[in-house]
T-cell receptor
Framework: GESVGLHLPTLSVQEGDNSIINCAYS??????FIWYKQESGKGPQFIID?????DKRQGQRVTVLLNKTVKHLSLQIAATQPGDSAVYFC????????????FGQGTRLTINP | SAVISQKPSRDICQRGTSLTIQCQVD?????MFWYRQQPGQSLTLIAT?????????ESGFVIDKFPISRPNLTFSTLTVSNMSPEDSSIYLC????????????FGPGTRLTVL
């Protein structure tokens, strides 16, 4: 069935370093992808999105890369800060005509001081 | 972006009882959704709450167990019926404008524990 998965369930990074979180998706027809950040006790917070007609999109300290050839998505966080510690989820919209998100397993990012 | 609130934020319930969770959006939205997030896991879509018609349920979720209401464009409820300990989860409401490339925004979630 359709699924979105992650290569690494946990990631520890030194404060100030860059981090990369990876995600594999299986639906080649998906045309919209989102990264969410979920802090403990809170709902997922939108970070950045990308459409399938792009391969890179940048935000403030974050960059999303999309490789449709290998169905791979990544989130790069530059100059990590303690507040970046959270679980990060990728999600793909699998419906061509409506909103229907499938979420990946999640990666727990820990920023070490 | 939409600001979404949920009530209650958490609850502890006895098995066999039912709990209704409310979701309020600060602006009119086309689509509202309900998700379940089991402890330490990812989000799974339960159903799409349709305004003025019956909710659309995903595989594995049924209306008798998770009845949903959506009386208007800013409010929805999810009821978890005849609860068992396996229903202990975080239940999340989200909202969007319906286009496949629109962002879904999430509420803070309702943490449910069933004893």
């Amino acid at each position: 069935g359709e699924s979105v998965g992650l290569h690494l369930p946990t990631l520890s990074v030194q404060e100030g370093d860059n981090s990369i979180i990876n995600c594999a998706y299986s639906n080649s027809a998906s045309d919209y992808f989102i990264w969410y950040k979920q802090e403990s006790g809170k709902g997922p917070q939108f970070i950045i999105d990308i459409r399938s007609n792009m391969d890179k999109r940048q935000g403030q300290r974050v960059t999303v890369l999309l490789n449709k050839t290998v169905k791979h998505l990544s989130l790069q966080i530059a100059a990590t800060q303690p507040g970046d510690s959270a679980v990060y989820f990728c999600a793909e919209n699998i419906s061509q005509g409506a909103q229907k998100l499938v979420f990946g397993q999640g990666t727990r990012l820990t920023i070490n001081p | 972006s939409a600001v979404i609130s949920q009530k209650p934020s958490r609850d502890i319930c006895q098995r066999g009882t039912s709990l209704t969770i409310q979701c309020q959006v600060d602006s009119q939205v086309t689509m509202m959704f309900w998700y379940r997030q089991q402890p330490g896991q990812s989000l799974t879509l339960i159903a799409t709450a349709n305004q003025g018609s019956e909710a659309t349920y995903e595989s594995g979720f049924v209306i008798d167990k998770f009845p949903i209401s959506r009386p208007n464009l800013t409010f929805s409820t999810l009821t978890v019926s005849n609860m068992s300990p396996e229903d202990s989860s975080i239940y999340l409401c989200s909202a969007g404008q319906g286009s496949p490339t629109d962002t879904q925004y999430f509420g803070p979630g309702t943490r449910l524990t069933v004893l």
